[in-house]
């Protein structure tokens, strides 16, 4: 199995380690609108994607189900 589709052991405490540095950057970037800052974080993020050995297409389809998984944890948390 591709390394990247074994689940995270680390879960949220590496999306957040992540998170916070983006986000610090993003603060330091005034003179850009921050929803193009974040346009810009997707690309990055498939950037990552396509260096960690998948295709660039793959590296879309990834994309999409990581907001597919994002949706379904923030309606999870909206039932609770």
């Not at 950057?25 to 005034?30: D, G, K, S, T």
């Not at 993020?45 to 990834?62: F, Q």
């Amino acid at each position: 199995m591709p390394k990247h589709d074994k689940p995270d052991p680390a879960g949220r405490d590496t999306i957040e380690a992540v998170r916070a540095p983006i986000r610090r950057i993003a603060e330091r970037l005034p003179h850009f609108e921050t929803i193009d800052v974040a346009i810009g974080t997707l690309y990055a993020a498939h950037d990552l994607a396509c260096r960690s050995g998948m295709s660039r297409y793959a590296a879309v389809e990834w994309l999409r189900t990581a907001a597919d998984l994002m949706e379904r944890q923030l309606l999870a948390e909206r039932a609770h």
